[in-house]
């Protein structure tokens, strides 16, 4: 979900709670306590919400990549891969992750 969007239905989900806690209880102790753990639990799903989405990337991203070796491995014969290749592909795949994850939180 993009932030904007996010940063609307957060703003129409606190007033609405807000006016709804105001008027069962009519305290405006219980508006500010019950609309902050309303915006506190928000918060945490959306960031959630964000590492799944990391984290599901990642998986699709490997499974590819093991879908093309399998098939190059079929055509060519195996020919077993060389260590310093995999490593530098294991470091590649983790900078791709962190850019990921920094281009999902800047709007």
């Not at 069962?24 to 799944?52: D, G």
């Not at 983790?94 to 850019?99: E, G, Y």
Request: a neutral charge.
């Amino acid at each position: 979900m993009p932030l904007r969007i996010f940063y609307r239905v957060l703003w129409l989900v606190l007033c609405s709670n807000a006016l709804t806690v105001y008027f069962a209880s009519h305290s405006i102790r219980a508006v500010v306590v019950t609309t902050l753990a309303c915006w506190l639990l928000l918060q945490i799903a959306y960031f959630a919400s964000v590492l799944f989405l990391i984290w599901r990337s990642g998986c699709a991203s490997r499974a590819g990549q093991m879908a093309e070796h399998v098939g190059s491995c079929k055509e060519g014969g195996y020919q077993p891969p060389n260590h310093n290749e995999v490593t530098n592909e294991s470091a590649d795949l983790r900078q791709l992750d962190q850019m990921l994850a920094i281009s999902l939180l800047i709007p």
